[in-house]
Structure formats: C-alpha cells, structure tokens
C-alpha cells in the first residue's frame, strides 16, 4: 500500500515540475506541442526494422529534458509503468517473422525481434516527448496551444476533464487499498477473489463524485471555457526553436545518419 502511494506522488510529482522557470518552459506551449507532435509523428513513420537510423532522434528528448531540469528517473519511472503494454503488443513480433536480418558468428538474429526492439524504440521515445511536454508545459498550457490551434472546444475540454478524472479515479482507488488494509490488516495485500467487486465500488464511488464536481462547477459558472492562462503571441525564439527542430527531424527521417558516419569514418562508399 506504501509503494503504490509512493508511486502515485512521484507521478504528480510530474505535472509540479511543469511550474519551474528554465529555457524550455519559458517557450510558447504551441511551439513545444507542434515540436512534439512532429517528432511523434516522425518516429512512428520509420520503417519497422529501424533501430540505427531512430538513434539521433534521442537528441530532442535528451535536450529538453537537460535544459527543463527533468529527473532522468522519474521520466523513467514513468516510461517502466506503460512499458508492459507496448511489450505484450510486440513480444508476438519474434513468432510471425522469422527471417534471418543479422548474423553475428553462430548467432542468427530474425526480422520479428529486430522490429520489436524497433517497436519498444518508437513507443519510449514518443511517450518520453510526451510526457517531457506534460513536465515543462503543463496540461493547462497545452489546452491552450490546442484552442491557439483552432482545434474544437469540445475536443479541448474532454482532453482536460480527462487528465483531471486520472487523478480522481486513482485517489478514489487509494483510498479504497488504504481501507481494505485498515479492515483485513492480516491479508498480504488484496486478493484476487476481493479484486472484482473492490473495481466495481471504485467505479460507483468516482463516477459519484465526478457528477458532484461538475455540478459544482456548474454552480459556479463553468460554460464549457477555461480562463486560467491568456495567449501570447510567438517569439522569434519560439520559431527558432520550432523550425531547427523540425528541420532536425527531417534530416534524421529522411537521411540515415548513423549510416553515413559509419561510411565516412570507414573509408568506404
């Protein structure tokens, strides 16, 4: 029960660090959202056996992380959590393709486990930008950038009320742990028989009391707008930042630079 709330504060812990005053927070949220888009979008659209052409796509999230003063472990913290899922997804990679890539010695390597490291690439990368744009932007900002970038208010509302309802369910679900091991102290943690039912009541109780905070804000006045933040218009620091990244991505996607060094240093064509 320790850990599992010690986990939860170092996952808000994440959104806190969004108030920090460094190079990367001080930068227009739209210029940081399109950045980040373009490099999710970039990484998904390498082909499925790339892994030393995806190399230089690191630099962004190493850059931001440095000069945003983001703790390598707890982004990693954050990385190891959704981990499983892109692994179940692509562990049955190794099982369909089984043609020989890459021969080291006696060692054969096929095209299924090569795509799956691939894929385990792509998927921390696009969340490591993902979630450095939460740590030095902030979800309030970013529901800004959205509504800059003209896209629906009711896209943008759903995006925030979301992000807000995690923490209520996962603080309802806590506190639900925290009661079962008050009552059942001798159990060794919640069994499975207790799982099913124990689902059911954290539902009922969040599903509660989400609808007595939106008749909350309804009593005071929500319209289905957000005031928190005003718009700025861009710098020329945010374009700088916006148009040399971009053109980085392009560069990396469309020239494998990996290879090129490796011919240059070697002498070879």
């Not at 850990?3 to 812990?13: A, Q, V, Y």
């Not at 689902?199 to 007595?212: H, I, M, Y």
């Amino acid at each position: 029960m320790i850990n599992i709330e010690k986990r939860w504060l170092e996952l808000r812990h994440l959104d806190e660090l969004a108030a920090q005053d460094s190079f990367i927070h001080r930068l227009h949220p739209s210029a940081k959202l399109v950045t980040a888009l373009v490099f999710v979008v970039t990484v998904a659209s390498f082909p499925k056996y790339a892994i030393a052409g995806l190399a230089p796509m690191v630099f962004y999230p190493v850059f931001v992380m440095s000069l945003g003063n983001i703790p390598l472990i707890l982004l990693l913290k954050r990385l190891l959590l959704a981990l499983p899922f892109v692994v179940f997804i692509g562990i049955f990679n190794p099982l369909f393709d089984q043609t020989p890539l890459v021969q080291a010695g006696p060692l054969v390597i096929s095209g299924g486990w090569i795509s799956f490291l691939s894929i385990l690439l792509r998927f921390s990368l696009a969340v490591a930008a993902v979630l450095l744009l939460i740590a030095t932007t902030g979800i309030d900002a970013i529901g800004m950038a959205l509504a800059q970038l003209r896209l629906p208010r009711v896209f943008i509302v759903q995006i925030l009320f979301m992000y807000r309802y995690l923490y209520v369910l996962t603080d309802e679900f806590i506190r639900m742990l925290r009661a079962h091991a008050l009552r059942a102290p001798a159990d060794n943690g919640v069994g499975y028989k207790v799982w099913g039912s124990l689902l059911g009541v954290v539902l009922l109780r969040t599903l509660d009391r989400a609808q007595r905070i939106y008749q909350a804000m309804l009593c005071r006045g929500f319209d289905g707008k957000f005031r928190g933040l005003r718009s700025r218009p861009l710098r020329l620091g945010d374009l700088v930042f916006l148009g040399a990244w971009i053109i980085f991505f392009l560069a990396v996607r469309l020239t494998n630079i990996p290879y090129r060094l490796g011919v240059l240093l070697t002498g070879g064509n």
